[in-house]
């Protein structure tokens, strides 16, 4: 390949990677993917407004191309171009045919956006208050009396009926597998309507830049059956956990000393999360997988893994310390 052709392709080359690069990550990001009827409404929206587009796309290409074969410049002919200024049944054409495409959008989206901020009736709705944090989720079920952070958890099949709360800065809620974005903004509730059609996890993501630890603002939805959200819920309202080694002792004496002050359990001025279920969680942090090493690590250092992160480093623990610290946190389920 020539230089000169390899700096011609090099730009289609770039354009289809940065096409593709929306196409990565996890299934349950992918929008084009619904798992559930709000997230069906709004997929239904996208192909509308892709078809209209795709419509009018090929229209003005087919008259664009049509008149450059119809009246491309040949020798010897001449031609006159007519004057359409001021032609009335054109310019009533080019206008009614766009309020016309403009209308069939609007109607149901109008219609699909009012639908979806109601709130739906019924016993079987779950109620679900959500606040974001620099740089983090709180869940609390306030029929079920369960607070909890990162992990959402909802039956299958069932409305879930979202009142969103901002904390300190702009977020927004997003689970793109299962519903729309939702701006979250202090001193004012928004709310929004979700369900999952099928049991699973749906990643969740803030989808407004928050600062720096922003791209890490994850959290994750577990779509449960009926029975087996009843035993988490059962398994969330058991008393809290008491430590029984001499290690889980120790280290709930290091909890007490060293971060009891922001995990203060559910008061509702605490700056971090109610950690009494901690050990149920799959993850450290809303982004790391769940395991002992992950956890030493985010407490060594929490700024290296969420930059922008309010809690402090607690490096400064004996390695016994840590351990001992670990084994209790892991303890409270």
């Known amino acids: 390949m020539s230089r000169q052709h390899f700096w011609r392709v090099l730009p289609i ?4 990677v940065l096409a593709l690069s ?17 997230g069906e409404t709004q997929f239904d929206l996208m192909k509308l407004s892709f078809l209209i587009m795709l419509g009018v796309f090929a229209t003005v290409i087919t008259i664009f191309v049509y008149v450059l074969i119809r009246f491309r410049k040949r020798k010897g002919v001449e031609r006159k171009v007519d004057n359409v200024h001021g032609n009335i049944w054109y310019e009533i054409t080019w206008t009614v045919i766009p309020i016309i495409l403009l209308t069939i959008m609007a109607i149901p989206t109008v ?7 109601e709130e739906p009736e019924g016993e079987d709705v779950l109620k679900v208050k959500v606040t974001g944090h620099q740089y983090w989720w709180e869940f609390e079920y306030p029929e079920l009396g369960i607070r909890t952070a990162q992990e959402l958890y909802i039956p299958v099949g069932k409305k879930v009926f979202l009142e969103i709360h901002g904390r300190d800065v702009l977020h927004s809620f997003w689970v793109p597998a299962l519903g729309g974005k939702m701006d979250v903004i202090p001193g004012r509730v928004n709310t929004m309507t979700l369900d999952a059609d099928k049991p699973g996890m749906y990643q969740g993501k ?21 029975s087996e959200f009843d035993a ?57 997988p769940h395991t002992e090493e992950n956890l030493k690590k985010w407490l060594k250092d929490p700024q290296s893994v969420k930059p922008g992160a309010n809690m402090p480093k607690i490096d400064y623990l004996q390695p016994d310390e840590l351990e001992a610290l670990v084994d209790y946190l892991e303890s409270r389920k």
């Open 111 to 117: 219609k699909s956006t009012f639908d979806l901020a």
């Open 22 to 38: 929306g196409c990565s990550g996890h299934e349950s990001l992918n929008t084009l993917d619904p798992k559930g009827s709000a």
């Open 206 to 226: 803030c989808a407004e830049l928050c600062g720096a630890g922003h791209a890490l603002m994850d959290f994750r939805v577990y779509a449960k059956e009926q």
């Open 232 to 288: 988490w819920v059962a398994q969330m309202k058991k008393p809290a956990s008491v430590a029984t080694t001499s290690d889980q002792k120790k280290g709930e004496e290091l909890f007490l000393q060293n971060c009891l002050a922001c995990h203060a359990g559910t008061h509702p001025k605490i700056k971090a999360p109610d950690l009494t279920k901690f050990g149920t969680r799959e993850t450290v942090a809303g982004i790391l």
């Open 13 to 16: 080359v770039a354009l289809v």
